[in-house]
């Protein structure tokens, strides 16, 4: 019996010495250059077309929203970009509201060797509750966040509604107020440091709205725009949603940004637009 508990315990000790090297082993390595992960986070039905500035026979009655979340890989590290509408702890399949969500982001960071304990920095493009759902659980992350945001998402309502000029879901980014926090400027953010991942300032649709730059060695430069638009009838139409927390500054950040992309050549990607989200590449392919 002596020897047999012995043998046990033997084994016990190189099945704990085994683990950490197998665990480490299926982790990928870091690339040799920057990896873009596009994944599906869900749908949005919106049936209020005057909402965004359009009426029923410009756009139609009802207009899918896309719903993406994006992991940026690089050799440095991994940022977390947006992160869905439905807590993953919610996600059942079937439609919640004017929400529908069919595969958690968890299971989609796993598919390409991924957690949230692997991601090193989060950035929200803004505080609006389509964007945030799973943030706490990127609270081990260095969150990127301008000032003027994370006062917005953490003060109280203000009478007559939050300040950040559209639905807020305070729950689910509740433990970013004590993560570790980098606050941004209205500079550009140079994430890790070789121009290739870089946060622009594009404030107006909230006080501290932000978009995302990337330089990808062979997809080239582009250019992720969060809620600056909806849709692409906003830029030649010039329309803006009734919800927006500045209307003159988010005018001010969109000509900004459209400079920027004819000065660049780079690919605009309006996160709702579901006919830019539907020709992407979606995990576990990437762009790099």
């Known amino acids: 019996m002596k020897r047999l508990a012995l043998a046990a315990a033997a084994a016990i000790a190189v099945i704990f010495l085994i683990a950490p090297a197998t665990i480490a082993q299926n982790k990928p390595k870091p690339p040799q250059s920057v990896h873009l992960y596009v994944f599906d986070c869900g749908v949005l039905t919106m049936s209020a077309p005057a909402t965004f500035g359009f009426t ?29 509408v439905i807590p993953d702890s919610q996600v059942n399949g079937t439609a919640q509201g004017i929400s529908t969500v069919t595969k958690t982001l968890k299971s989609q960071l796993a598919e390409v060797g991924y957690s949230a304990a692997d991601i090193k920095y989060l950035a929200l493009s803004h ?8 943030a706490n659980d990127f609270a081990g992350s260095t969150w990127l966040v301008h000032q003027n945001e994370r006062d917005a998402m953490f003060a109280p309502p203000p009478a007559g509604g939050r300040g950040g000029g559209g639905p807020m879901a305070t729950a689910t980014y509740s433990k970013l107020k004590d993560s570790k926090t980098t606050i941004l400027t209205d500079k550009d953010y140079d994430v890790f440091g070789d121009g290739t991942v870089v946060i622009q300032y594009a404030p107006g649709h909230t006080p501290g709205h932000q978009v995302l730059f990337l330089r990808l060695k062979q997809s080239g430069p582009i250019l992720i725009a969060g809620d600056l638009y909806h849709l692409p009838q906003e830029i030649n139409m010039h329309r803006f949603p009734t919800f927006e927390f500045n209307k003159e500054q988010s005018a001010v950040s969109r000509a900004k940004v459209e400079a920027f992309v004819k000065q660049t050549g780079a690919r605009l990607w309006i996160e709702h637009d579901l006919a830019t989200f539907n020709l992407l590449k979606t995990a576990p392919a990437f762009y790099e």
């Open 56 to 84: 029923k026979e410009e756009i139609g009655e009802k207009q899918p929203f896309a719903v993406p979340c994006y992991l940026v890989v690089h050799p440095k590290g991994t940022l977390m970009w947006d992160v869905g």
């Open 127 to 134: 505080l609006h509750s389509d964007h945030t759902a799973n």
